[in-house]
């Protein structure tokens, strides 16, 4: 497919694209998180590292940010130790990426989709 300067779209968006008429009215792909860290962090900073974490949505799972998601990302700090905000912020990104592929791979079939494991198997 290709868009309307006639570059090509990648495949995700050519299905978003086509499905655009489709998708569910309600908030129906939801994604909730929850970063936990023992860093001292104030309110604003923990905030900071959940707007940070959200990124790990963005590289892990496509489409994201949509009308139709009520993503949210909760940072918790329990305040044992002195960190900076953006190594803290750095790290839950990356860890939450490896939780989102790690819970793709893990998880099984629903609703008549195939899962990860599933394709894997039969492939």
């Known amino acids: 497919m290709r868009g309307p ?6 495949s995700t968006t050519a299905l ?5 008429a489709t998708m569910p009215l309600a908030r129906t792909n939801t994604t909730i998180s929850c970063v936990i ?6 309110k ?5 590292v959940a707007q940070m974490s959200a990124d790990a949505y963005a590289h892990a799972i496509r489409p994201t940010h949509t009308t139709n998601d009520g993503d949210t990302i909760f940072a ?12 803290v912020g750095t790290l839950a990104t990356r860890a939450l990426e490896l939780a989102i592929a790690d819970a793709a791979r ?3 079939s ?3 989709y195939p899962s990860a494991n599933d394709l894997k198997r039969n492939g």
């Open 76 to 87: 918790l700090a329990t305040g044992d130790l002195d960190a900076p905000v953006d190594v």
């Open 106 to 108: 893990q998880a099984t």
């Open 5 to 10: 300067s006639g570059t090509a779209l990648s």
């Open 16 to 20: 978003l694209l086509e499905r655009e």
């Open 37 to 42: 860290t023992n860093a001292r962090l104030t």
């Open 44 to 48: 604003a900073q923990a905030t900071k």
């Open 110 to 112: 629903a609703y008549g």
